[in-house]
């Protein structure tokens, strides 16, 4: 059964329809690279499944469960939006990271605040918060940064930035994690350490959406590659199809610029 | 002289540390209301307030006071405030907190807007509360950014009291000045500067060190 399945998926601006009916099905345990010319929807569509924009229509499934449809009021409330949230983690362009903290803080602060909601907190509260604080120490070192404990987001590199979110966004295991453009901030010097943790999530069968522009990384580490343009998935396919063969001839076009 | 100089003038100063407190504990809650109306998404109540918000900051703080201070005698007829020092003192204090609460609104709305709209959605993803949000992550930022600010306008404000002596408040230099007309000497006047010179220093020093223990992080 799919983790995620997304059913004609829209979202208007005002006049502006920005996607027109998005649908894609996700395994446990894939990867899958969403590419396209800016403009295209791809951020608008992270946006859409994380509820950052409320979709104008369409529906969205986490593990065969219906969380979220479009025409259903009672899958709109905030308590509900709030809930559905917790299947799905973010990781932003521009990282995002709470300034005030440090980076092992930037990631045990939400498990924190989620573990005070639970009736079992009350009588066992430091246990449960030595627990966040191992695995948020687990989690950080995963992505290569012990050492940066307790340094504030501002004495991190974009690299390192970037790599805290990530972790930030894995501490509260999430079903699927997406990516938007996770590397188009940083120097291109500093892209590698991100794609290198993203492969690794990767190659432990993390479940992920990426949304990005280096073709290259996306051909090595996604299972399969959606193609995006106005709104809508114009091309799907593994990568080996879409980049070497691609048939729709939007596609090829945007890829043509990618080369030489 | 010096001694009696110095009671009368330490018992003014005493008036303009009383002004200077409540304006500041008045203002500052009055001002983060009227900031959250501006900025509301109610257009008629965000209309007004910016409009009087326009006013108060493109008016003199001395013409708001003797507005407020003899507009309602003058114009309607009847003293709400009461005669004597005990009435100038409340006139006073009203036309102050009006003031300030304004300047102090349109710097907790700069301090608000400046933080990027990234933050909320950080901690949304994270399944934060609007209230989460709120308390853990924008108001440590919009008070780092809201300091250097509010320095300036508590620092304007010690010497804004002053302009209270135009309705005969018996602040610092009403009680300086009291001197050139019963004795016939001036430095007594010239003497209310240290006290405003002491009284800021020391405000420059806690607020540079409120500053400072903010200065972990950059927003």
């Known amino acids: 059964m799919a983790i995620l399945e997304v059913k004609n998926l829209q979202k208007k601006f005002g006049d502006l329809t920005v996607l027109k009916g998005v649908d894609f099905s996700l395994e446990k345990g894939q990867t899958l690279a969403v590419i396209g010319a800016s403009g295209g929807g791809k951020t608008t569509l992270l946006r859409c499944l994380n509820f950052l924009e409320i979709p104008t229509k369409g529906q969205i499934f986490v593990n065969g469960k219906l969380i979220f449809d479009a025409d259903d009021e009672r899958t709109l409330t905030e308590k509900e939006i709030r809930q559905n949230r917790l299947n799905f983690g973010l990781v932003f362009q521009n990282f995002n990271l709470f300034p005030q903290y440090t980076a092992f803080q930037n990631i045990a602060l939400a498990p924190k605040l989620l573990a005070k909601e639970k009736p079992e907190f009350a009588g066992k509260k430091k246990a449960i918060y030595d627990e966040i604080d191992k695995k948020s120490l687990e989690i950080l070192n995963r992505v290569g940064l012990s050492d940066k404990k307790d340094f504030y987001p501002h004495q991190l590199s974009g690299g390192q930035q970037q790599r805290v979110a990530i972790a930030r966004a894995l501490v509260l295991s999430p079903?699927?994690?997406?990516?938007?453009?996770?590397?188009?901030?940083?120097?291109?010097?500093?892209?590698?350490?991100?794609?290198?943790?993203?492969?690794?999530?990767?190659?432990?069968?993390?479940?992920?959406?990426?949304?990005?522009?280096?073709?290259?990384?996306?051909?090595?580490?996604?299972?399969?590659?959606?193609?995006?343009?106005?709104?809508?998935?114009?091309?799907?396919?593994?990568?080996?199809?879409?980049?070497t063969n691609p048939k729709n001839a939007r596609t090829k076009a945007f890829l043509g610029r990618y080369e030489s | 002289m010096f001694a009696e100089v110095l009671a009368a003038l330490s018992k003014g100063f005493l008036v303009t540390l009383e002004l200077f407190g409540i304006t500041l504990v008045g203002a500052i809650p009055c001002g983060l209301l009227i900031c959250l109306g501006s900025m509301s998404k109610i257009k008629p109540l965000k209309a007004v307030l910016r409009f009087i918000i326009w006013v108060i900051r493109g008016t003199p703080l001395m013409l708001q006071l003797l507005i407020i201070y003899y507009g309602p005698g003058l114009i309607l007829g009847s003293n709400w405030w009461g005669s004597g020092e005990h009435g100038r003192f409340i006139a006073t204090i009203v036309a102050f907190i009006i003031n300030y609460a304004c300047y102090f609104s349109e710097i907790f709305r700069g301090g608000i807007q400046a933080i990027p709209v990234g933050q909320q959605e950080a901690g949304a993803v994270l399944g934060m509360t609007k209230s989460q949000i709120f308390f853990k992550i924008t108001l440590m930022q919009v008070i780092k950014r809201i300091v250097p600010p509010m320095s300036n306008e508590i620092i304007t404000l010690v010497k804004d009291t002053s302009l209270s002596r135009i309705i005969a408040l018996q602040e610092l230099i009403w009680a300086g000045q009291a001197f050139m007309k019963s004795a016939g000497i001036i430095w007594p006047l010239f003497f209310t500067g240290v006290y405003y010179l002491v009284f800021s220093g020391i405000l420059t020093v806690v607020l540079g060190k409120i500053e400072k223990k903010l200065d972990y992080f950059k927003v």
């Open chain 1, 175 to 243: 079903s699927v994690l997406f990516f938007d453009e996770p590397t188009s901030a940083l120097d291109p010097e500093l892209t590698g350490e991100v794609l290198k943790v993203i492969k690794q999530l990767a190659e432990e069968e993390m479940t992920m959406v990426i949304v990005t522009h280096e073709m290259q990384f996306a051909r090595e580490v996604a299972d399969h590659v959606l193609f995006m343009d106005e709104g809508i998935i114009a091309e799907k396919g593994s990568p080996e199809e879409i980049f």
